[in-house]
């Protein structure tokens, strides 16, 4: 699913050395609803909704986000409502792709432990929290160390 854009103007935030100073780039920012016959998981939830009617996107610094089309219409055109999602995952908690997260909160969360709590502590809530904020009461399943297979932990 098209969960957005970034274009970067210069990639020397992206690098130690001088190695990309001045370069550009385009990057596309997916989320993937996995279909299972055990309940439908989304993986990131991208960039707000909200970002889709600003149709210049929005700048910060040496970034611009946009999306063309909010999440939630996404899944209406494949016949799914939030409340649809048994299970989401996130990536990670930047709010390009924890943007929509609060919208599933009533899905089980599936999460490392130590993500969890990096996510919910102070610090990180102040800075990215006001996406994903309502994961904190969902229902969760902490990823067992060393897992790397999601599958694993919906079974």
């Known amino acids: 699913m098209d969960c957005g854009r970034i274009e970067v103007s210069d990639m020397a935030a992206l690098s130690k050395n001088v190695e990309y100073d001045g370069q550009q780039i385009s990057l596309v920012n997916p989320c993937f609803l996995i279909r299972h016959p055990k309940g ?3 993986w990131d939830t991208g960039h707000k909704d909200r970002l889709a009617d600003i149709p210049e996107g929005m ?3 040496v970034w ?7 999440l939630v219409t996404q899944l209406e055109s494949l016949g799914l409502a939030p409340k649809d999602i048994e299970y989401l995952s996130l990536s990670h908690a930047h709010p390009d792709h924890s943007g929509n997260a609060n919208k599933f909160s009533n899905a089980t969360f599936i999460v490392n ?3 969890h709590q990096y996510m919910f ?3 990180t809530m102040d800075m990215f ?14 990823l067992k160390k060393n897992m790397m297979c999601i599958r694993m932990a919906v079974h």
Request: neutral net charge; hydrophobic residues 30%.
């Open 59 to 61: 700048a910060a610094g």
């Open 129 to 142: 929290g006001d996406g994903y904020s309502a994961l904190e009461q969902s229902s969760t399943v902490f």
């Open 121 to 123: 502590q102070k610090d």
């Open 40 to 42: 439908d998981l989304l």
């Open 113 to 115: 432990k130590l993500e």
């Open 64 to 70: 611009r986000s946009s999306l063309k089309t909010k």
